[in-house]
Structures are given as C-alpha cells and as structure tokens.
C-alpha cells in the first residue's frame, strides 16, 4: 500500500503529518500477532487459535452490491485443511455482520458469535489434511475500519463501492481468515450489482464473464484468480467504470494491462498508462518475472487519497507516475512476498518504496538528490523512530510514512552502499527466487540473510542499530591537510536517541578544491576514529555523504590545521612492515626533506626528495623487494639535520 500515497503526491514538507486514522477492533488480532511473532522469535510452544490451525485452499466468493447503498450479501464456500483433528473451525468477520446459515453439503451447522468470530461446529472430527468445505450466507452494511475497508461513496454524483482491507479489514465485509500465516490458493468472485446505471464490477484475476440476468435487472461479473493470496489483498469496488486495455511485451508472454476508471478520468488514466508499462518492463527484468505472468496486472480508480496493490489488480486515486511504480512493485514485495508479521511491514512498503526510487531515478536522474534529501530531512525531523514496527496495535505506527515507508527505503540506499550495488542487486533477486518465501510470507531474517549470502559480510549490527534501533547519528568531522596530497580526518558522531550510542557505517567524504574533486570512503567503526587518505591534491572544502546515502542530520565538516598538535614531527609505520610503511612528517622547517634508507649493513636500499606542504608530508615507501631485517630510516630536513630511526621488515 502506498498508505499515506501523499508521500509522493503532496509536498515534502507535508510527509510528516499523517491523517487521523481510526481503526476498530484491530487490537485483539494485532495482540495475538504480535504475541506469535514473539513465541516464534524465542523459540517457545505456541497454542495456535482454531482459525490458525485453518489451511485456505479455495474461496467461491458470491455477492451482490448496489453501489448505492452501503451494504453487502452473499455466500462465502470454503475448502480448507486443519493442521490437527479438530470438531470446529473459526473464521473471523466482525460482530456487526449478520450470519443467514451455515452449511456443509447442503446440511446446516451449528455454529456461535465470538469476539468478531464465527465458530463453527463440523459435527464430526475433521483428521489433519483433510480436505472439507462449507458455506457462509451472510449479510450487512460493514464497518469501515482502518483505511476504509468497505467504503460507500460517489464520484460526479454516481456512486461507487469499493474495499481496501490491509491491515485488518477483510474481516469486516467478509468471514475469512484474517491473518499473516496463510494464503488463499486460489479464489472465484461472482459480483452481482444493478444493470442499469452501466455498473461493472472489479476484482482480482482474470474476468470470466458478465452476465445479465434473465428480468435484466442485474448483472453478475465473474472474476478467477489462481496464484496464491492473502485476505487482505481480496478487492471488489462497483461504479461506472470506464475500461480500457493495453498490454506489454514480457519474454515470449503479452501480459495484458487492464484499466477500469472513472469516466471523467479517462483521459488522465489512458495517457498515464505508459509509465507503468515501462516500470512492469523493469521490474519485470531487474528483480524477476512479473508474479501474475499468467493473468494479468490492472489499475482501478477509487476515492481513497493513495492506493493499494491488491493482487493483479492495484487500486488507485489517480495515475501518478510515483504512485503507479509503488503499487506496482508490490506485486513483487506484498504480494508475490508479503511480510509475515506487521513488525515487518518495510518489507513491503520499504522495498516497494525503494524499487520506486530506483526506477524514478533512472527516469528523472536530475532529481535524484533532491529527492533523496527531502526524504531524508523528513526521516530526520523527528529524533526517535525504528523501522522496526513496535506497536501493531495502531494503523498509522504500521503504515508511518517517515519510519516504515522512507526510512525502510533508505536503510536499503544505505545497504546499497555499504553492500555495493551488484551485491544488493543480487541479494534482492535471490530473495525473489528463494522456494521457502515465494507466494508466501517473509521475516526480516530472511532478507538479512540473503544480503549476507550475496556480499559475504555479517550484517548483525547494522539491523540491530539501523532497523530496531531508533534515531540516527550526526556526523562531526575534523580533517586536516597533512601533505601536498594527503588528508588526516577524525570522524566523531553523536546520536539522536539513547537506544544507539553509535551508528557503524561506511562514510562517503567529497574533498575539493577550485578546480579537483575527489570522494572517498572511511568504513566509521568507531566514535573519534582517526583516518590517513591520499586525495592527490590539496583540498579547500570538504562535504559529507554528498550524495545523501546516510540517514544522518546537522552534520558538520571542519577544516583545522593539525587534528593531534602533540604528536610527534616523525612518525614512522607499521613496525614491524612488510610491503610499505608510511612517513608523517609534520612541524618540519623549509619546503622539502631527504629520505635515505639503510641496510643494517650500510648498503642503500632507497632515497628520495619530497616537498612539504606547510611543513607537513604524507609519504608511502614500497618495500616489496627489501629483504627481511633491520633498516636505519634518515630524515634530513632543510638545514641538513638529521633524525635517524631503527625499523625492522618481518
């Protein structure tokens, strides 16, 4: 979901104001959630509830809508599994639906209302995999929980229904397992709505048929969708929608693209559309096949102020480049892949958000920083916030823009450029292709662990400071010019909140002068940590993270004339070496110095004459061909003295 989908359509500086969303009822699925993911996370036994000892095979979904009027009938048939024998199942649909009856097999059931529950009674004991169905007629005008879920409204005066269930709203328009451990296999929709106000129909998959009733008073749409799916991504809205179709070329496939919008939006919808057919052409081949290769993928316009990725079909307010490519990614990262847990929600939303970045960038190169700064100034403006989702309870911490949208999107800029781009890349398509998560649900673990397969580095700090840790550091950095090509640099960070007492990342430094640039990259491991680079001139200024990598605030670049007055004028190292050691001279008189190298034996091995700058040299000496031993080092400065020291080759 592109949740507050005003992140890429209103202005930057209004990111951080995310609307007032209410959302009824969600505290006692997101408890239990939370309380399995914690029970999974330690290891412990975990007594699962009847609906999640559930196995969804198939849905046949029958309902009839009129757009007009906020409310909804149908039946509901359901094949399914039970991980153990049980007597019972639940599904979950929220109190205010009325339950007409139950069946199996054309015989009614016994069943009874629990906490937004419908526990039903088999009569028998079902075994393990074993395979069963029944049947759930119902009726009512549903809630409208989180962002809408089942929402009545109108367009130019025609009125419209549709539904956006994530995170916790399939329960309230339809009885279903409501949950992340389990995905529907696959799933008939049968909508039937009046016949004469040109009504259509929308749903997941591939439209079967439409048709009208024999008193031509209503039409039934049919809709199959045959790739694994979880509740919430089940859609329907009901309009006058206008339809168009395009497709795409993918390999050897001609996907179709399908749209249904609202006829005064037409034109916008059709001009739009080649953006995202450009952006299923990239995905499609940068991170793998489009998931639906065998269906389709297809907008539909509705009146909510973002979008959502129901599967093959993502819903929409309007065609916007930014909010299309979001929606679209997600059949990738949400839906092909959909987080296993709300803790885990930047799996969807920040790599979907950061698949965007990608593509936008590499059709807008002239704003990539911009962008990356305004992200980064909003991810910033408050001091506190992790990735990480603490509190599943509440709609608006799940779908946080600052911290689960943009900062999930930039902990992956900064793994881009911690990991390299091709070592990311590829980790990006493994996890895509890995057998135990595709057309199923993923921890963040199983990212980490393909980002560590792929660049063979241990990422264990980085996730537990940049992904459960909160804030981010602010960089204050000393360098001074040691030589005519040299720079000496103290890296020092403060952090925004006490859960991180220092941030370990790779630091980018742009070092220029009038008419020489040059970036470089200090791995920062540690607070006042001190570094030795050759830039190949002598620098003016020097900026941080030019290029906006790091989630980082207020930092600053000071040049000074010595980072350690108080060391020594000669400083000679490593001792013992083996293929160079390095020189500082500093506080030296006059414009060059002498080196001469001795063998223990008065034989010499090297010498050479170096300029200073301001009395200060940084020199390397190549030592490869030297024999292992003792060596006599003599400094002879303008005035001819001389500093002798004693080193040895090991």
């Known amino acids: 979901m592109c949740c507050i989908l005003c992140s890429f359509l209103l202005p930057y500086s209004s990111w951080s104001q995310a609307p007032d969303i209410l959302c009824k009822q969600t505290s006692d699925i997101a408890r239990a959630e939370m309380r399995a993911a914690e029970k999974k996370q330690m290891g412990q036994w975990y007594k699962k509830t009847a609906s999640e000892f559930l196995d969804i095979k198939y849905h046949r979904c029958a309902w009839t809508i009129d757009p007009a009027v906020k409310y909804i009938s149908g039946t509901v048939t359901t094949y399914f599994t039970l991980q153990s024998a049980s007597d019972s199942v639940l599904f979950d649909l929220t109190d205010n639906m009325v339950v007409d009856k139950v069946s199996r097999k ?33 009726h009512g005008a549903p809630n409208a929980s989180g962002f809408g879920s089942f929402t009545q409204s109108v367009h130019e005066g025609v009125p419209v229904i549709w539904t956006l269930s994530e995170p ?30 040109a009504y259509k129909a929308i749903s997941n998959g591939l439209r079967q048929s439409e048709t009208v009733s024999p008193d031509t008073s209503n039409v039934t749409t049919h809709w199959k969708h045959r790739y694994p799916m979880v509740s919430y991504l089940l859609c329907l809205a009901v309009t006058n929608y206008q339809e168009f179709n395009k497709s795409v070329q993918l390999g050897d496939v001609t996907l179709p693209m399908q749209t249904f919008c609202y006829p005064e939006s037409y034109d916008s919808f059709y001009g739009s559309t080649q953006s995202t057919l450009d952006a299923l052409l990239f995905y499609h081949y940068a991170f793998g096949d489009y998931p639906f290769i065998k269906e389709k993928y297809g ?72 962008t990356r700064k305004a992200e980064i100034d909003n991810i910033t403006s408050l001091p506190d916030g992790s990735v990480k989702v603490d509190d599943t309870t509440t709609v608006n911490r799940i779908f946080s823009n600052r911290l689960t949208y943009l900062k999930g999107s930039h902990l992956l800029y900064m793994l881009r450029f911690k990991l390299g781009s091709d070592a990311f890349l590829n980790a990006i398509r493994a996890y895509q292709k890995d057998t135990k998560l595709i057309y199923n649900f993923a921890r963040t673990a199983d990212l980490k662990r393909h980002l560590e397969e792929s660049s063979g580095q241990r990422l264990d700090s980085f996730f537990r400071q940049w992904y459960e840790g909160q804030g981010y550091p602010s960089y204050k950095v000393q360098w ?42 200090v791995d920062n491991q540690s607070n006042g940590e001190l570094f030795i680079r050759d830039i190949g001139f002598v620098a003016d200024s020097m900026f941080i993270d030019p290029e906006y990598w790091l989630i980082s605030k207020d930092n600053v670049s000071t040049k000074v004339t010595d980072i350690d007055p108080k060391s020594e004028n000669l400083i000679v190292y490593p001792s013992p070496f083996r293929n160079y050691f390095n020189i500082m001279i500093q506080n030296y008189t006059g414009s060059e110095v002498n080196i001469i190298l001795h063998s223990a034996v008065g034989q010499k091995v ?8 301001n009395g200060r040299e940084y020199i390397s000496v190549p030592t490869q061909n030297l024999a292992t031993g003792k060596y006599i080092l003599s400094v002879f400065d303008a005035q001819g003295e001389r500093k002798t020291i004693s080193i040895l080759k090991d």
């Open 106 to 138: 054309g015989v009614d059931l016994a069943y009874t209302r629990g906490a937004n529950t419908v526990n039903i009674r088999l009569g028998f004991i079902l075994n393990a995999d074993q395979l069963d169905s029944l049947s759930i007629q119902y």
């Open 299 to 370: 907008h539909t316009q509705f009146s909510w102020g973002g979008g959502e990725e129901h599967q093959t079909n993502s819903f929409v307010i309007n065609p916007g480049e930014s909010l299309c490519a979001h929606e679209l990614a997600h059949q990738w990262f949400g839906d092909k892949i959909t987080c296993a847990s709300w803790v885990d929600i930047w799996l969807n939303e920040g790599l979907a958000t950061q698949l965007v970045s990608i593509f936008m960038e590499l059709r807008h190169p002239e704003s990539i920083y911009s």
């Open 606 to 613: 090297f010498a050479n004459t170096y300029s200073l700058y």
């Open 480 to 521: 001074a010019q040691i030589g005519s090509t040299t720079v000496k640099i103290k890296m020092s960070q403060t952090t925004s909140h006490p859960s991180v007492s220092f941030f370990q990342m790779p630091v980018a430094l742009k070092f220029n002068n009038a008419t020489q640039e040059k970036t470089i990259v």
């Open 168 to 197: 916790y709203g399939a329960r309230d328009w339809w009885p279903c397992k409501n949950t992340l451990d389990d995905k529907i296999d696959s799933v008939d929709v049968f909508i039937t709505c009046p016949n004469n106000k």
